[in-house]
């Protein structure tokens, strides 16, 4: 399977032989690619897409090392489902998808792993977050700030979870939410802004007002 699992990989030490001139190839380019055969267009998918699938699953189980095994865990099954990969849909998003089932299986079978209960956080329970990755909003500017957003947000039904760290730390379009969580695209924004109003509430409550932590955004 070559290098691909390493994240420590670099961009030399993946090989390629697909850029034509300046332009990188597209992730269709590369599945095309592997699909027709060439194993090492996947170590260029993984390259590209490790740090934001491990940046997802991190946040959904707040631990560094079970969000590694989860991002290895994804793409090997990627890996083996690449190849009836249908491309009339978006790469990332079929990847997104996978990487997020894969990530509930292990929250159902570790539920009781006080790092994987994500849905009991207790309001007031912020300090046992205090590990977990700072938040990425980009107003969130100081690290105690970044603690009780990254409380409020493990807080939240998974299904809101989900969709807020996709929208809010991922930048993932309400489209591309939809596709890769398998919903529609109403159900989308509305475990968004639902997730975002108790978001609101369970701030306020720890005297942070309005719209400073957290930004609703755009249709």
């Not at 590209?48 to 997802?56: A, E, N, P, S």
């Not at 209960?117 to 977050?129: F, N, Q, Y």
């Not at 998974?158 to 109403?186: C, H, M, N, W």
Request: glycine share 6%.
């Amino acid at each position: 399977m070559s290098m691909w699992i390493d994240s420590n990989t670099t961009p030399e030490e993946v090989r390629t032989s697909y850029t034509t001139g300046m332009t990188a190839p597209s992730d269709e380019d590369l599945v095309a690619a592997f699909q027709s055969g060439d194993i090492a267009a996947f170590d260029q998918l993984v390259h590209r897409w490790d740090r934001k699938i491990q940046g997802v699953i991190h946040r959904l189980v707040g631990n560094h090392d079970e969000a590694r095994d989860l991002t290895q865990e994804a793409f090997l099954k990627a890996y083996r489902a690449l190849g009836a990969f249908k491309r009339e849909a978006r790469f990332s998003s079929w990847l997104y998808q996978i990487a997020i089932n894969s990530t509930r299986d292990r929250l159902r079978r570790r539920r009781r792993r006080s790092y994987l209960s994500l849905d009991e956080v207790e309001p007031g329970s912020e300090a046992s977050l205090r590990d977990r990755a700072p938040s990425a909003f980009d107003l969130v500017e100081s690290s105690d700030l970044a603690r009780l957003v990254a409380g409020a947000v493990a807080a939240l039904p998974a299904e809101q979870r989900e969709v807020v760290i996709l929208k809010e730390y991922e930048g993932l379009t309400f489209p591309e939410i939809a596709e890769a969580l398998d919903v529609p695209l109403s159900t989308v924004k509305t475990r968004l802004y639902r997730g975002l109003g108790q978001l609101r509430v369970r701030l306020e409550r720890e005297g942070i007002r309005g719209g400073a932590a957290v930004a609703v955004p755009s249709v």
